[in-house]
């Protein structure tokens, strides 16, 4: 759902700002299970502008599950 709120507001050149919700298992950037590309979560997150958005390659096409491992959506 966020990512088509992303595509749309990016269409009609519409600034946003994101909530991206992660598992996080510590909470304190060692965990690795919260990161979407480069930006963890739990240090960088949870509101992200639309600026960071477009450079998260993750955002919008897979999840990670409580292990950490990447899912495809």
């Known amino acids: 759902m966020m990512r088509n709120v992303f595509d749309i507001a990016s269409a009609y050149s519409i600034p946003i700002q994101a909530s991206v919700e992660r598992h996080m298992k510590c909470g304190i950037r060692i965990g690795g299970s919260c ?5 963890l979560v739990c240090k ?19 999840y990670r599950d409580k ?5 495809v959506y």
Not at 49 to 60: N, V
Not at 67 to 71: A, D, L
Request: proline content about 0%.
């Open 35 to 39: 990161c979407i590309g480069e930006q």
């Open 44 to 62: 960088d997150g949870t509101i992200f502008s639309d600026k960071q958005l477009s450079e998260m390659i993750e955002f919008g096409m897979l």
């Open 67 to 71: 292990t950490g491992q990447k899912v």
